[in-house]
């Protein structure tokens, strides 16, 4: 096994969003195999069946392409959105913002809408380059994190599609990109939840798919978390609790830590029960 430390200055927009369309297509797979039946399963998402985690996705694919080309239409969307947070919306009036009119769609309609909106984010992601930012929900972002993101919500959001029914999940190396988003964003999991960000160093060493050896953070740090790329993928994205997983965490820094990971945006959530 060869050892491989991921930098994020080797990486370029146009690499990252190939690694997205890769990603997609792997669910439309998995998608274009199913019944109508397996597309209204429920999902390890509370409230969510099959069906709503891709309306989710094509209403996200759809506001990143306008993030990109269209600023005045997302921000529209995205005050339609805020208000419905701060009037103090139900979670299923929340959703109605953004998965409504894909609900009223069938299973071929919404398959078809996922794919036009990809094809809108992957025209779009063309256009960026490697220094331009891009406005989102919150503050705006990097081009390539911005692809990154929208990289990690497609494979956890898979992983919820393929938990439910039953379909195998092929773990790549793009998940490069989500162990370094995991690992960069220790900080932002205390701060979303109001703690103090702990300043003691954590080492994380994975096992890539391709038998490589991912490394982040400093050799010399006591607190570790050692194991497969995909096991820790599937923490940091909250698709898994940590005891479910075989990952080796070493330190309670670390522990504390893989408790409670949360790699992508939004108000914290936990992960589910071991």
């Known amino acids: 096994m060869t050892s491989e430390t991921p930098a994020a200055d080797t990486l370029t927009t146009a690499s990252v969003l190939a690694d997205l369309l890769a990603e997609q297509e792997s669910l439309d797979a998995v998608m274009s195999g199913l019944d109508d039946e397996q597309w209204t399963l429920d999902t390890p998402s509370d409230r969510w069946s099959v069906a709503d985690q891709i309306g989710h996705l094509a209403h996200f694919d759809e506001t990143a392409s306008w993030a990109i080309t269209d600023e005045p239409r997302f921000k529209e969307s995205m005050n339609e959105l805020f208000a419905a947070l701060s009037s103090g919306g139900s979670p299923d009036e929340l959703d109605d913002v953004t998965l409504g009119r894909f609900r009223a769609m069938s299973p071929t309609e919404l398959l078809d809408a996922w794919r036009a909106n990809r094809k809108l984010l992957a025209d779009a992601g063309a256009t960026l380059d490697d ?3 891009v406005i989102w929900y919150g503050p705006s972002m990097g081009a390539k994190s911005f692809l990154t993101a929208r990289l990690m919500e497609c494979w956890a959001h898979g992983q919820h599609i393929c ?8 773990a790549t190396d793009r998940l490069q990109h989500i162990a370094q988003l995991g690992f960069i964003t220790r ?6 939840r109001g703690l103090d960000a702990p300043t003691t ?5 994975l096992d890539a798919p391709s038998g490589t050896t991912w490394s982040f953070g400093p050799d010399d740090a006591t607190d570790t978390v050692t194991g497969s790329a995909e096991d820790f993928c599937l923490v940091v994205t909250q698709c ?9 965490v070493t330190g309670d ?6 408790s409670m990971a949360q790699a992508f945006a939004g108000g914290a959530t936990d992960s589910p029960p071991a």
């Open 131 to 133: 220094d331009t930012r």
């Open 163 to 170: 938990d439910a029914v039953g379909a195998v999940h092929e």
């Open 187 to 192: 900080k932002w999991t205390y701060v979303n």
């Open 201 to 205: 160093a954590v080492r994380v060493t």
């Open 240 to 248: 898994r609790n940590v005891a479910a997983t075989d990952l080796v």
């Open 253 to 258: 820094h670390a522990a504390d830590w893989m």
